[in-house]
Structure formats: C-alpha cells, structure tokens
C-alpha cells in the first residue's frame, strides 16, 4: 500500500471528537502539531481540495499521521503547544527552550541571592517576571544588585571580596548574617519587583537628605545615584492606565506567510517592557496566533491579571476556558482599545521592516550570483551544489553536499553520503564516487541539474570531478575549486580544466557567498561525519561482545545511555531489559578491557 492510499485508509477512521493531530514526514518526523474541535473535519481538510501555497507545501510533505482524542477543545489547545515545545515541528510556531523568558530568581539557600533564569523551578524559590528579554531583566537585576547587599558570588568565598567593601554585600562568608536581616530585604526586593518602587524611591529620598543633614555627603550622593538608576531603569513606562492590573496585551500582523506578534508587559497599570516575534506561518492565522498564546502560557507560573487579545474569533473562547484565573478580554472601544491596537501596529511596522531587511538582503544575494557568474565567464549560477568529503586516515568516510538556490542555503536539499566503493584514504576517488552517485541519479530522474558545482579542494578535485562529468556523464556543467590558505580560509578560486586560480575581489559579494558556501558545506559534512564516527565506535565495541547482537546493542544503549555507563553498571542494572547474569558478567568483563 502507498503512501496516499495508507492515508486514505486512516481518514476513514478519524473519529468525530477533539483532539490533536501529529502530521509526520517521509522519515517519521513530526513536521506539523494541530489542534482541532473535530478530528474527523479538520484532518481530512488537509488532503481535500485546494490550498494556499504555504498550506501546500505542508501537505507535500506530509506522508503519514497519528491523532490523540482529548475529552475537550480546551484540553486539546493546552496538548497542542506541550507537544510543539516537545517537538519543535518545522511548520509550527515555536517558542523554543532558548526563547524561553528570562526571571529574576531570589534562591532559597540559607544565604539567598539574586540571578537569572529561564526555568521555573519548585525549589522554593521566589520568581518574578517574566521579563521580555535578557537586558531587561539584566538591567533590572544590576539595580536590585546595588540596593540590597545579597551575596553576589555562587559558593561562599574564603574572605570578603570587592562587593563587601562597596556595600553591595553583607559578607556572610566572613560576617554572621541574622535571618531577619535577609527577610527583610527579600521583603524589600518582593515590593520592587511587584511594582512598589515608588515607595522605595520616597525612602531612598527621606535617606539621601538625612544623610546630607548629617552632612555625610558621600553616602548622599551613593544614595541620589540608585534613585536616578531607578528612574533610568523605570522610564520605560510610556503608557499607564492608573489602575494598578498586572496585564499581558497582544497585537499581531499577518502578511506574505509571515505573522509578527507583540506583547506589551503591564505591571500595576504601567506598560513595562514588550516582546517582538517574527516567524514563518503555514495554518490558519487565528489558529497560529492562538497557538502562540498557549505556548507563551504554558511554562509561565506568574500569570497576570488581566490578557487583552486583538478581536473574538473562533477558538479565542479557549484561552479564557484554559487560564480560568485571568480575564481575558477583547476591548472594542477606550483606552485597552487604544492598548490593542497599538500592539497590533506595532507588530505591522516590524514586519514592514523585515520585509524590507530581506529585499534588501535578497538584492545583495541577486548582486552576488551575478558577479559570480561574470567573474567565471558563465551565466548567473542561480542554483550552486557544493561537495565536500569527511574522515578520519581514510575510516567512516563520509561526503556530503549542499545546496544554494539564488544565493540563499536550502537545506530540503542537502544530501548525505556514505562513501561505499573506496578503500582507504583516497580523496578524489572518494569525490569521484560521490559525483558520480549524485548526478547518475538527477539525470535518472529527470531533475534540474546545477548552473555550478563548488568542490571543497583544487586542481586535483577539480580534475577529478569533471573526469566522472565530461567522460563518464556527458554532462557540461562548470565546475570550480576553493583552496584554503595556511590558516584555513578561502583563499583561492580555482575553474576549468587544467584549473588556473581566477582573479577575484576578497571584498566582493561574489567571494563572500562562495566563503559561505565553503563554511556550509564542510560544517555539514564534519557533523555528519562525526555522527557516523561515533556510532561505529559504539557498534564496533559492543558487537564483538559474544551474545550480543544488534537488538540487545540497541536495547543497552537506550537502557544505559553510553560506553562508559555501560562498563560502570552493576549486574543487577541488566537484569531490567532482561539480560542474565551471566552475560552481564561477560559484557562487563570484556568492557573492561577496552
């Protein structure tokens, strides 16, 4: 049974319940993460009629599919983006674990401290945010830093250290520190951070003019300098709605398979901070949008009070069943209006620039292919592949080749190799094998063959690419080599038969795209390479051990997770994936002998 005809087969089945839907390419990877009211519906929707280019694309893609029925829509929404931030599916919207929102953390160690991090944790400690991004929260965490003299260093030292003798630290490595002297503070930052810096300020004020009374005029002066880091570090509340509500507002623009998302932070009625996200969409763009809201929800444990979302649509209804302990609201007049669509022209004006960074981007990309091609003496190589080969004394080698269409990587189109007839550490031969693998299959299938080929080498690379082209295939097709110099960067171009260097600007946009196509090309083929090295390493160890075949290896690995952990464990630990004793003994045995 082919692919469509399996998938035909499975549509029948789909029940009319909701759920969530994994939508999964050729090699098993989940590339899409929907959610849906109606499985039966939505699912079958994908592969029935016609589509805008963006969905089509995905649906091209898609060679099979499995579904999770979920008892409501709500349960479904909340599914949907846990199983995107697991994934990390190429045609969802993600926010990926390295985006996730930064926090100030006060620990809960017997002698606390202030840092940053982007995992909420139940370790008792106290966390406040999140904040948009890193400066933010980095700024703020250097002003909280100079008010209140929390250790600063992550191991108690053996004595006291600058922060101490700058007032910025209570010195408990050297000093003891009562408990009520840290609870106060933690009181104190607790205030700030939740939007009492006015008071503290007032404070900071009634000190600096006691201080100057007292005509202790240096400690004035440290105190009138943290008033003025507070005023530098509070101005950024432009917009105040005086009514001290913690709110999230968002606004969004959607155009040419592009969304744009902006979050304004209100804390006590005061606009904060924001965030900007620019992506690539292919659903429904209510749906993405929606999806972008759950996801920023899901692992955020310090919901506000308020969300304002730009209009009620379908599914809308689903963030406010989901987040029953704020409102959410979509304000049609007054000042919250005002908020929204203000995020939501925000958020047009950043695409708007994006569109015009990447014409931009694409016109230097154009000018580069073009000079390319007057440089070699050929029409404009509008698509590139590039070879390179990979290995170790002539072991695992690997070759690997890339793609560049109009100046621009695309990576759908990158290619693996695993060199098969070569014995030994025989470059060219390795590359000959390779070209003649890759353009006997494109001239079998009919498919569009490359304005230029880049080898990763020189003359000898050259000649031993067009020897396989010319003689073997018939092919004319120009062919040009990189050198690199003694430090390893491209220093040398070389074309033709008998290949000569061709002279060529190291400024230019057309040496600059062909240093990219170099870099890419080799860090593809040395990650592939280095993949296939270390599991032949693994594989070639475990399956000289007698009773072990490739089922018990893989079973071992998956169990212990490495070589090292393997050889450390006891013999009981092999008992759970139902090896005995005795081979266990046996394993361990020769283990330790390598």
Request: aromatic share 8%; with cysteine.
């Given at each position: 049974?082919?692919?469509?005809?399996?998938?035909?087969?499975?549509?029948?089945?789909?029940?009319?319940?909701?759920?969530?839907?994994?939508?999964?390419?050729?090699?098993?990877?989940?590339?899409?993460?929907?959610?849906?009211k109606?499985?039966?519906?939505?699912?079958?929707?994908?592969?029935?009629?016609?589509?805008?280019?963006?969905?089509?694309?995905?649906?091209?893609?898609?060679?099979?599919?499995?579904?999770?029925?979920?008892?409501?829509e709500?349960?479904?929404?909340?599914?949907?983006?846990?199983?995107?931030?697991?994934?990390?599916?190429?045609?969802?919207?993600?926010?990926?674990?390295?985006?996730?929102?930064?926090?100030?953390?006060?620990?809960?160690?017997?002698?606390?401290?202030?840092?940053?991090?982007?995992?909420?944790?139940?370790?008792?400690?106290?966390?406040?945010?999140?904040?948009?991004?890193?400066?933010?929260?980095?700024?703020?965490?250097?002003?909280?830093?100079?008010?209140?003299?929390?250790?600063?260093?992550?191991?108690?030292?053996?004595?006291?250290?600058?922060?101490?003798?700058?007032?910025?630290?209570?010195?408990?490595?050297?000093?003891?520190?009562?408990?009520?002297?840290?609870?106060?503070?933690?009181?104190?930052?607790?205030?700030?951070?939740?939007?009492?810096?006015?008071?503290?300020?007032?404070?900071?004020?009634?000190?600096?003019?006691?201080?100057?009374?007292?005509?202790?005029?240096?400690?004035?002066?440290?105190?009138?300098?943290?008033?003025?880091?507070?005023?530098?570090?509070?101005?950024?509340?432009?917009?105040?709605?005086?009514?001290?509500?913690?709110?999230d507002?968002?606004?969004?623009h959607?155009?040419?398979?592009?969304?744009?998302?902006?979050?304004?932070?209100?804390?006590?009625?005061?606009?904060?901070?924001?965030?900007?996200?620019?992506?690539?969409?292919?659903?429904?763009?209510?749906?993405?949008?929606?999806?972008?809201?759950?996801?920023?929800?899901?692992?955020?444990?310090?919901?506000?009070?308020?969300?304002?979302?730009?209009?009620?649509?379908?599914?809308?209804?689903?963030?406010?069943?989901?987040?029953?302990?704020?409102?959410?609201?979509?304000?049609?007049?007054?000042?919250?209006?005002?908020?929204v669509?203000?995020?939501?022209?925000?958020?047009?004006?950043?695409?708007?620039?994006?569109?015009?960074?990447?014409?931009?981007?694409?016109?230097?990309t154009?000018?580069?292919?073009?000079?390319?091609?007057?440089?070699?003496?050929?029409?404009?190589?509008?698509?590139?592949?590039?070879?390179?080969?990979?290995?170790?004394?002539?072991?695992?080698?690997?070759?690997?080749m890339?793609?560049?269409?109009?100046?621009?990587?695309?990576?759908?189109?990158?290619?693996?190799?695993?060199?098969?007839?070569?014995?030994?550490?025989?470059?060219?031969?390795?590359?000959?094998?390779?070209?003649?693998?890759?353009?006997?299959?494109?001239?079998?299938e009919?498919?569009?063959?490359?304005?230029?080929?880049?080898?990763?080498?020189?003359?000898?690379?050259?000649?031993?690419?067009?020897?396989?082209?010319?003689?073997?295939?018939?092919?004319?097709?120009?062919?040009?080599?990189?050198?690199?110099?003694?430090?390893?960067?491209t220093?040398?171009?070389?074309?033709?038969?008998?290949?000569?260097?061709?002279?060529?600007d190291?400024?230019?946009?057309?040496?600059?795209?062909?240093?990219?196509?170099?870099?890419?090309?080799?860090?593809?083929?040395?990650?592939?390479?280095?993949?296939?090295?270390?599991?032949?390493?693994?594989?070639?160890?475990?399956?000289?051990?007698?009773?072990?075949?490739?089922?018990?290896r893989?079973?071992?690995?998956?169990?212990?997770?490495?070589?090292?952990?393997?050889?450390?464990?006891?013999?009981?630990?092999?008992?759970?994936?139902?090896?005995?004793?005795k081979?266990?003994?046996?394993?361990?045995?020769?283990?330790?002998?390598?």
């Amino acid at each position: 049974m082919d692919t469509r005809e399996q998938i035909r087969e499975k549509l029948k089945l789909l029940p009319d319940k909701p759920g969530v839907y994994l939508m999964k390419s050729h090699d098993g990877e989940i590339i899409y993460v929907g959610k849906a009211k109606v499985l039966k519906n939505r699912v079958r929707s994908y592969f029935n009629g016609a589509h805008s280019g963006k969905t089509q694309l995905l649906v091209s893609n898609i060679a099979d599919f499995e579904y999770i029925v979920t008892n409501t829509e709500v349960e479904a929404l909340v599914l949907e983006g846990t199983l995107i931030k697991k994934h990390l599916p190429i045609y969802n919207i993600n926010l990926k674990d390295d985006k996730a929102y930064p926090y100030i953390k006060i620990t809960a160690d017997e002698h606390p401290r202030l840092e940053i991090t982007r995992r909420v944790q139940k370790d008792k400690g106290k966390y406040f945010g999140p904040y948009p991004n890193a400066s933010a929260a980095t700024e703020t965490k250097k002003l909280l830093d100079r008010l209140y003299p929390l250790r600063k260093c992550k191991t108690l030292k053996d004595k006291v250290c600058l922060y101490y003798h700058i007032n910025q630290c209570v010195a408990p490595c050297e000093y003891p520190v009562e408990p009520e002297t840290y609870a106060g503070m933690i009181k104190e930052i607790s205030k700030f951070l939740n939007g009492g810096h006015e008071e503290i300020k007032k404070n900071l004020q009634d000190k600096m003019m006691q201080e100057a009374e007292n005509l202790n005029f240096e400690r004035a002066k440290e105190l009138r300098d943290q008033i003025a880091q507070i005023d530098r570090v509070m101005e950024k509340q432009k917009v105040d709605l005086h009514d001290n509500v913690d709110r999230d507002v968002f606004g969004y623009h959607a155009d040419k398979e592009y969304m744009c998302v902006q979050v304004f932070y209100m804390r006590q009625g005061k606009m904060i901070e924001r965030a900007v996200e620019i992506f690539h969409y292919h659903g429904d763009e209510m749906d993405d949008f929606l999806s972008y809201v759950a996801q920023f929800y899901i692992d955020n444990h310090d919901l506000p009070q308020e969300i304002l979302l730009p209009r009620e649509g379908e599914g809308t209804e689903l963030i406010g069943q989901w987040l029953t302990s704020v409102k959410v609201r979509y304000p049609q007049r007054g000042s919250k209006k005002q908020l929204v669509d203000m995020a939501n022209e925000n958020a047009r004006i950043a695409l708007d620039e994006r569109f015009k960074l990447m014409d931009r981007d694409t016109s230097r990309t154009v000018k580069a292919i073009e000079e390319l091609g007057e440089v070699m003496m050929i029409p404009t190589p509008r698509r590139i592949e590039a070879f390179d080969n990979s290995n170790i004394q002539g072991t695992d080698a690997v070759a690997a080749m890339i793609v560049f269409d109009d100046g621009r990587p695309n990576k759908k189109e990158y290619r693996k190799y695993k060199i098969k007839t070569v014995e030994g550490p025989n470059d060219y031969a390795s590359m000959q094998e390779v070209v003649r693998r890759r353009y006997t299959r494109l001239l079998k299938e009919n498919s569009p063959l490359p304005d230029l080929i880049v080898i990763d080498g020189g003359k000898g690379h050259i000649n031993a690419a067009l020897e396989v082209l010319e003689d073997e295939l018939g092919l004319d097709i120009p062919v040009c080599g990189l050198a690199k110099d003694e430090k390893h960067r491209t220093s040398q171009l070389f074309l033709g038969h008998d290949p000569v260097p061709v002279s060529i600007d190291r400024s230019s946009q057309a040496f600059y795209l062909l240093t990219r196509v170099q870099e890419e090309v080799h860090r593809f083929a040395i990650t592939f390479h280095r993949q296939q090295h270390g599991k032949n390493a693994i594989r070639s160890i475990l399956d000289d051990i007698p009773g072990v075949g490739e089922k018990r290896r893989k079973e071992l690995l998956k169990h212990f997770g490495s070589l090292p952990a393997i050889k450390n464990a006891p013999v009981e630990e092999f008992r759970k994936i139902g090896i005995g004793d005795k081979l266990a003994k046996e394993i361990l045995a020769y283990l330790a002998q390598v």
